[in-house]
């Protein structure tokens, strides 16, 4: 398989790098094809221009191959933290300049006089693996899981990857060597049961 693997975090050597690392790894190791960016290694410009909303635009090269990934991709995977529950401005610049209109998704009529989203993208998974402070469950229980509504409805479901599976690991701030070690190894885990 064709596999996307993009990090969104500013620090070389953070757990979001470890998570990333291992993802790679484990996807190299079973044969997989891996296309990885590490948007700010890579200083991805996330700011979007005037001249690409036209879906004939002539793409900056940067983004011009990192929207080909995508549309060749059986596989997205994605790994950042979460900031103000909402992925880092570097990851949402990324959506908004790659996953474009008429590549990624598109409108069609719903039939009612509106139009409704139809995705077309050829991947048919997208795994999220991301950090917080704030523990799982007060996530939810505060502010509904903001994430989860992003990726799997809004993102996923709008370019239309049906299968989709997210872990959150929290809290980071005070965990451990061993939590993480284990954290990691749900890592692995998860990349060998949904990636075949």
């Known amino acids: 398989m064709r596999i996307s693997l993009i990090l969104a975090h500013p620090t070389p050597g953070s757990f979001n790098h470890a998570i990333a690392q291992t993802a790679r790894e484990v996807l190299q190791r079973e044969g997989h094809e891996v296309r990885y960016h590490d948007l700010y290694a890579e200083q991805f410009d996330p700011l979007m221009q005037t001249p690409e909303l036209d879906r004939a635009a002539t793409l900056p090269p940067q983004i011009a191959q990192h929207a080909a990934e995508v549309g060749e991709a059986d596989a997205l995977i994605f790994v950042h933290p979460n900031w103000w529950s909402r992925a880092p401005a570097m990851l949402c610049g990324w959506t908004d300049r790659v996953l474009r209109a008429g590549s990624a998704y598109q409108f069609v009529p719903d039939g009612q006089g509106g139009a409704k989203a139809m995705g077309l993208l050829k991947a048919r998974l997208g795994l999220v693996f991301n950090t917080a402070n704030t523990p ?3 996530e939810v229980q505060l502010f509904g899981d903001p994430l989860e509504r992003l990726w799997r409805d809004v993102v996923f479901g709008l370019c239309g990857v049906p299968t989709v599976y997210r872990r ?15 954290w990691l190894a749900e890592v692995r885990a998860a990349v060998v049961r949904h990636v075949k």
């Open 136 to 138: 799982q469950d007060k």
């Open 168 to 182: 959150c690991f929290a809290p980071i701030i005070t965990s451990t060597r061993e939590q993480r070690q284990a």
